[in-house]
């Protein structure tokens, strides 16, 4: 995975009244009865989908650079170390990768492990990178990793685009992550609602490299699963084992990840875990939840003012819901009202702030997904209008969202050169 530090590395850088009324008939039935299929908490039980995702992983960038390329010697180190499944990098934007071959996914299946193939995208050409995704599961894959990063901020249609490709030539039901930034409030133009939304990635794989980004793992989890469950996909974090984060640290971020529901975390990255890492990786007591640590399970705070790609995603969860409303990215009077109307159709408190009730209902309803394409823009018109028979048509929507021009307002995970 071409992480950030990773990139930084020269030697590595290769290659009830009328209101009431109105609003139940804006926004249909209480959530007891909505369509379900969206979002929902996701770290609550354990293995939630019988997957290669649900079995600790190490990521490889250069299988060359891992076990100096052995087969036999990397089933052997992952065997010792509670290792089930290897990510092997596979494709860099429209590129195969040849080290991630039929023949390697075989023999790494002989040796008992599963393999998900991973690949950085760019979003310049979404379709062609879609192919080489495509390419990779075809050679045996049982699962597929995004490495979407700040190339794709901005880029909804490029990412609408990419999805959509690659759905077509793997089906739907194949298992897909994202593996991006954890810090979604950081990055208010990247099209995580792209990614995570219909017909996309079902599995999430948040970055959190605490020692990177300068903070504790406590404060890694409560950072990222804040912003990151509004998404609704099984969270499985990717820890570090680079730039030495210590044995102490790698068995406090597993330990977390119980605490978090069980989904196992992976690691980032092979080539970098010392023997002292990998004794912490398989340790048997770092399986137990912190002590006494109980985790808050909470939604992100949206209301007038707020933009980003949080806001789009409550805008389609809207629109799903029944309001006629643009996907702006920005909270603004129309979706104020909009809310305002959705919490009073459904018991809660009616005023216009989208909280951890809010999204519970909102949650409820699979989220509208527009067509961030130009060519699809008026058919995704006519179909929001169509939700809401006998309302004035909304205007033709644009490529992406407002929010898509924001810069980032920091990154927790710093840019750098690309292998």
Known sequence: MSFRSQRRSGALALAAALAALVAAALFGPAPGSAETGGAGQVEAGGNVSNSAFDRQGMWVWYVSHSEGGSIGAIVARAKRNDVGTVYVKAADGGGS?????????EALHRGGLSVCAWQFVYGDAPVAEAKAAAAAVKKGADCFVIDAEADYEGKYAA??????????????????????????????????????????????????????????????????????????????????????????????????????????????????????????VGADSATRPVAGYRQEVVYPQLQRKSSGDLVVWAQEHLIAAGAELPVTGVFGRQTARAVHLFKEAHGLPADAIVDTETWNALLAFTPYRPRWTAAGASSAAARTSALVPGMRRRERPASRPLSASLPAKAYEIPPGPRP
Do not use: C
């Open 97 to 105: 990768w040849s080290q991630f071959s039929k023949g390697l996914v």
């Open 159 to 280: 990412a609408d685009r990419y999805v959509r490709a690659l759905r077509a030539r793997i089906g739907a039901t194949f298992p897909v992550a994202l593996a991006g930034f954890p810090y979604v409030d950081y990055h208010p133009s990247f099209p995580y609602s792209v990614f995570f939304g219909p017909g996309g990635a079902t599995y999430n794989q948040p970055q959190m490299y605490w020692k990177t980004i300068g903070t504790s793992v406590r404060a890694v989890y409560e950072h990222t699963y804040l912003y990151n469950r509004v998404y609704g996909h099984p969270i499985y974090p990717i820890g570090q084992t680079y730039e030495a984060p210590g044995s102490a640290s790698i068995r406090l971020f597993r330990r977390f990840a119980a605490s978090y529901g069980g989904l196992p975390p992976s690691w980032w990255s092979w080539q970098e875990t010392n023997s002292q890492e990998w004794g912490a």
